[in-house]
């Protein structure tokens, strides 16, 4: 989970220093962009503001201060909105206007441009002027102030110098109070990015550049971000889901071999406690010590009884080892059903004589001939009945019941012994799966007789069911249907 939690840190960070960077990139594209429109409007700015202070000066030189003269040359400059003409002791020369307000502008204006000197530009009351100082006939030098009109500055001017920038982010020129003076297009929904002055011309005006709703770059910023995202997930998951299969096969792994080595202790036990008994018997029987020859004939039966306990096991053992290695085969023969049952259950008749059992067998009238393996069927009968003798509580009754039901020939095995909870009953047909319970666990067992029966059904084409509860005993039922059976 380390690795995994680094690389899912690190592709966070990764992104989201990438998108950031771009960010700041476009930034600086757009700071570049607007400060080079800024001086594309300058210098178109300058070029028309020069040719029209040349005929301004070029009126002034010839005919002096002419009101009728500068009002036909203002006629034919719309870019300029006012113009006014102040003398060296800040009286208003041009127009020629009786009003206070006039003259307290004129004043403020020489005042603002100081000492007669070049160009200047003055921000005054939020109007820009242009002012400079120009000669004039008759009179010595004056100082022109101009004011632009912004309508026309925009239309002519900046219109005109703008009009060829690229489309992908947009242009607007705003002015002294930050309102939009031009915009290369309508500005609904887009972002403002940067904004650069324009210095030497029109000082409180500002170039800003807007970023669209619709902006490409930014989208496909965004969408190979998402897609990083996207893959960094995808890897991520699949790192997450590796690691959890990877736990949980070592997990199943480690579970698998705890269960085979309690198999191969059970199994070892099984082997050795009925040989053990035989052995001891036989050792017995040899000496002639039982002079009785009733005592003889119950070590007989018990020596047998031992012997046939050990061929189930190694029976069972095999079986499950050809199971494994799918060696495992079956000759399904039509097949009377009462002798099956009778045959399985007089193997046990010692046993169940012994330990006090009441055997109650219930066998349905005219069962047909059911096609089946009786040695496979035989067999997983038999581990049923030995599982119920071995977890049988106080209470030793075993019910063995074949029937035909819904189809299907059923043939149950049920106690009254220790039972089993339900959260178990699905598992306790995995192979060397044994229940946990204390009351199961203190009896030997070898964990595949169950697995056995249900192979076997399912090669039969049936299946095998359990109905059980702790301390209420246990009913399995092996399941073969008629029809299948026949086919």
């Not at 592709?11 to 950031?20: A, D, P």
């Not at 102030?145 to 500055?153: G, H, N, T």
Request: no cysteine; glycine share 6%.
């Amino acid at each position: 989970m380390a690795p995994a939690a680094i690389v899912a840190a690190l592709g966070w960070i990764s992104l989201h220093q990438w998108e950031r960077s771009a960010e700041l990139l476009r930034r600086e594209q757009a700071r570049d962009m607007a400060a080079m429109a800024a001086d594309k409007v300058t210098m178109a700015l300058r070029v028309a503001e020069d040719r029209l202070l040349a005929r301004l000066q070029a009126t002034l030189a010839a005919r002096g201060i002419d009101a009728a003269a500068l009002d036909g040359l203002l006629a034919g400059a719309p870019l300029v909105r006012r113009l006014r003409l102040v003398d060296a002791s800040g009286a208003l020369l041009y127009p020629r206007s009786g009003a206070e307000a006039e003259r307290a502008l004129a004043r403020r204006l020489h005042d603002a441009a100081g000492a007669p000197a070049g160009r200047r530009e003055l921000a005054l009351d939020g109007e820009d002027w242009l002012t400079l100082t120009l000669s004039v006939r008759g009179a010595g030098p004056v100082l022109a102030a101009i004011a632009r009109d912004p309508d026309v500055l925009g239309r002519e001017v900046l219109a005109g110098s703008l009009a060829a920038s690229p489309a992908t982010s947009l242009l607007v020129v705003l002015d002294a109070r930050g309102r939009t003076v031009w915009a290369q297009a309508p500005l609904e929904g887009a972002e403002p990015l940067v904004s650069v002055a324009f210095r030497d011309a029109l000082p409180s005006w500002r170039m800003a550049v807007y970023q669209p709703a619709d902006d490409a770059p930014r989208a496909a910023v965004r969408r190979q971000v998402r897609l990083f995202m996207i893959a960094f997930v995808a890897l991520l998951v699949v790192i997450v889901a590796g690691l959890v299969v990877t736990w949980r096969l070592m997990r199943r792994e480690t579970e698998m071999a705890r269960l085979k080595s309690d198999f191969v202790a059970n199994v070892s036990h099984d082997l050795k406690t009925p040989l053990s008994v035989i052995r001891m018997f036989g050792e017995t029987l040899e000496m002639g010590r039982l002079p009785d020859e009733a005592r003889r004939r119950e070590y007989y039966r018990v020596i047998t009884r031992e012997a046939e306990r050990l061929t189930r096991l190694i029976d069972n053992v095999l079986d499950f080892s050809r199971i494994e290695g799918g060696r495992r085969r079956y000759d399904v023969v039509p097949t009377p059903v009462e002798p099956l049952v009778r045959e399985t259950l007089d193997a046990f008749a010692y046993p169940l004589a012994q330990q006090g059992f009441k055997v109650e067998i219930t066998v349905a009238p005219d069962l047909p001939e059911v096609p089946m393996d009786a040695d496979a069927v035989g067999q997983a009968l038999a581990n049923l009945v030995d599982n119920a003798i071995k977890y049988s509580a106080d209470d030793r009754v075993l019910a063995v019941d074949a029937r035909v039901q819904d189809g299907e020939l059923v043939l149950s095995v049920a106690d009254h012994g220790v039972g089993i909870p339900a959260a178990e009953h699905a598992r306790i047909f995995d192979k060397f799966y044994r229940v946990g319970a204390s009351e199961t666990q203190g009896r030997r067992g070898s964990g595949v007789g169950l697995s056995l029966v249900r192979h076997v059904a399912e090669a039969h084409g049936g299946r095998v069911t359990v109905e059980s509860a702790p301390g209420e005993g246990s009913r399995f039922a092996l399941r073969l249907p008629l029809e299948a059976a026949r086919a």
